[in-house]
Structure formats: structure tokens, C-alpha cells
């Protein structure tokens, strides 16, 4: 069974530029999440799609951050502009659903995002 | 408020050796899943071990075990003959049973196996 995938895996822009990164969730996986993991801390929930509905987007920094998951398969996350306190590895993981190992998330390598 | 705390930021043992890091959590719900998850340096996220609150007995992965005690809110993870590929930070998370719920996690314990 493949794994989450993402890309890029490193990226480094200036401040007031624009970033998209990708992820592709393990097949038959409903739920898909996008954190966000500052050097030294734990992940923090950005997002969290069910299929390809909204369920928690209530620490995305709207105004500049914007997440899509066309088809309820593959993912977005676009940041626009970035600052520096964006820089930060970004996670993706994907879950199957809503009862007992399908709690389990599995997650992807990262992006590791440096802005200067 | 649903929490998890691990009070040990960071710990070290021996090779060969056991340890066990601690994690407590707070929920008033009483159906829900505990996770350990391992994250070596600059590599990916993986779970280590599950454990459902239904059950009283402990879960088990080789040589990962937890102790989990329900009524005290405590879910320690124990590495029996640790190995230097353990060296990683360890996150305890737990997410409460039901639709569209979010994992809580810890801020993590930063385990290094020395040789």
C-alpha cells in the first residue's frame, strides 16, 4: 500500500511570495489533514477535510493560508503572502474514517518551507 | 478542556536499556483512542502504538508497550532494549470517538539512545 505523498519536500521562498504545496492521501483514505510543525513544537491542525467537505478549518490563518481537496482525493494548501513565522515543516496525513483503527492518521514526509 | 501532557521534554537512556515516558490527558468523554507516534530527526511522522479506551488490557508492539491506567488519565509508553534507531521525538495524542473529531497531541518528548 503506498504511502501519503507530498511535494515538494523543501522550499524556500521570500516573504510576500506565494507557495502551494500537494499531497496525495493513501487510496480509500476519507479524511485528509494538513498541519503545520514549527522546529521543536508538536503538529498543529491547519485543516481537516472529510471527502471533500470542510470538518475544522478554525486554525487556518485565513487570510492568507487557503486549503482545497478536489474529488476528495488529492490536496492543496496554498500560502499567499507567506512571512517569516510561516516557516515550518507542513504535514499532510489521511485517515479512513471515523471508527475504531480508522482513527489511526498516516502521514507523509512533510514539506519543509524556509522563508526569508 | 481537552489536554495532553508529557512531562518530560527530554529524556536519554542506554542502549539495551528499558524506559518509559509518561503522557496524562484530560477528556470528559469516555470513548476514545490513544496514540504514541514516533518522529525521528528530520524524518517522517509514524505511529508507534494505538490503544482503545474500551480496553483494559494493554496494548503491544514488540518491544513498545503502554501502560494504560483509565481512571488516572495515563498512558506512558515503555521501549524495552532500546536501540539507537529509537533516538526520535515521541508524541502522545488521543482523539474522542465520534464524527469529524480532531486529534489532540502533546508537545512531545525528545528520547535520545545512546550507544
Known amino acids: 500500500e503506498a504511502g501519503v505523498a507530498q511535494s515538494p519536500r523543501y522550499k524556500i521562498i521570500e516573504k510576500r511570495q506565494s507557495v502551494a504545496f500537494w499531497c496525495n492521501p493513501i487510496s480509500g483514505h476519507a479524511t485528509l489533514y494538513w498541519y503545520q510543525q514549527i522546529l521543536g513544537q508538536g503538529p498543529k491542525l491547519l485543516i481537516q477535510?472529510?471527502?471533500?467537505?470542510?470538518?475544522?478549518d478554525s486554525q487556518l490563518p485565513k487570510d492568507r493560508f487557503s486549503a482545497e481537496r478536489l474529488k476528495g482525493v488529492d490536496s492543496t494548501l496554498k500560502i499567499q503572502p507567506a512571512k517569516l513565522e510561516d516557516s515550518a515543516v507542513y504535514l499532510c496525513?489521511?485517515?479512513?474514517?471515523?471508527?475504531?483503527?480508522?482513527?489511526?492518521?498516516?502521514f507523509g514526509p512533510g514539506t519543509r518551507l524556509t522563508v526569508t | 478542556a481537552q489536554t495532553v501532557t508529557q512531562s518530560q521534554p527530554e529524556m536519554s537512556v542506554q542502549e539495551a536499556e528499558t524506559v518509559t515516558l509518561s503522557c496524562t490527558y484530560d477528556?470528559?468523554?469516555?470513548?476514545?483512542?490513544l496514540f504514541w507516534y514516533k518522529q525521528p530527526p528530520s524524518r517522517q511522522m509514524i505511529l508507534v502504538i494505538r490503544?482503545?479506551?474500551?480496553k483494559q488490557q494493554n496494548a503491544t508492539e514488540n518491544r513498545f508497550s503502554v501502560n494504560f491506567q483509565k481512571a488516572a488519565k495515563s498512558f506512558s509508553l515503555k521501549i524495552s532494549d532500546s536501540q539507537l534507531g529509537d533516538t526520535a521525538m515521541y508524541f502522545c495524542a488521543f482523539i474522542n470517538a465520534g464524527n469529524n473529531r480532531k486529534l489532540i497531541w502533546g508537545l512531545g518528548t525528545s528520547l535520545a539512545v545512546n550507544p
Open positions: 490503544q482503545e479506551a474500551y
Open positions: 477528556t470528559s468523554e469516555n470513548n476514545y483512542y
Open positions: 477535510f472529510q471527502n471533500n467537505g470542510v470538518v475544522d
Open positions: 496525513a489521511s485517515s479512513r474514517g471515523n471508527s475504531g483503527s480508522g482513527y489511526e492518521q498516516y
